[in-house]
């Protein structure tokens, strides 16, 4: 199709499955593409291109479910002296994720704190796939050691965690972090609040309906005293 300059329109596209298309999600892209012409005795063209991502699940049963883990954090620091935290992550879920994320440093030389520190460019990683992403700092930032909290999230999946760091002198990569804690994601804590306030509710109507019933919750039989005791 032929636009005029700053011309617009809209196009249908339809994506026909197969039937014997195995169940799982798929990847694919729309694009709009142009070409220049070359100019007389050039052989270079000019290409410009813009696209539309596309996940298309395929099977019944709705979408899979997204779900990803965070593994080593390994710091370091570049030729020049600028920090950075790497940050291994695994996509245990059924779909693509794209992640986004920050690292904030606490406890750091006498008490101080730094961040939060976006992560400088995200990952795409299909369902079983690893990756890393990668947080640059300052680079007048001590060396630490640090407490270092890693936030991650991709939708409405957040994974956290907390590890011990210490950053290397510049050109050398660091010790691994230990892991100190998993920070559990908003519906996980919200879950079990909801599991509380369920076991409490129904402890609550067992002593309403024992009260009702006129008898106490458990009754112990009256020991008999022989005479002359």
Known sequence: MELQPRGETRVRATITVPPAASRGERYGVLWASAASTPRAGGEITQVHRVGVRVYLDVGPGGEPASDFSIGELRPARSLEGEPSVTIQVTNTGGR??????????????????????????????????????????????????????????????????????????????????????????????????????????????????????????????????????
């Open 96 to 229: 693509a994720i794209d992640l986004t994320g920050a690292v904030t440093l606490t406890d750091g030389p006498a008490g101080s704190r730094a961040g939060p520190f976006p992560i400088g460019q995200g990952v795409t990683l299909p369902p079983g796939g690893s990756g890393q992403v990668v947080a640059r700092l300052p680079v007048d930032l001590p060396n630490g050691p640090w407490k270092a909290e890693v936030n991650l999230e991709s939708g409405l999946v957040k994974r956290s965690v907390t590890a011990q760091i210490q950053f290397p002198d510049a050109g050398q990569v660091g010790k691994r972090a230990s892991v100190v804690s998993r920070i559990s994601s908003g519906w996980l804590v919200g879950a079990a609040v909801a599991g509380l306030l369920l076991i409490a509710g129904l402890a609550f109507l067992a002593r309403r309906r024992s009260r009702r019933s006129g008898r106490p919750p458990t009754a112990r039989p009256r020991e008999r005293v022989p005479a002359g005791r």
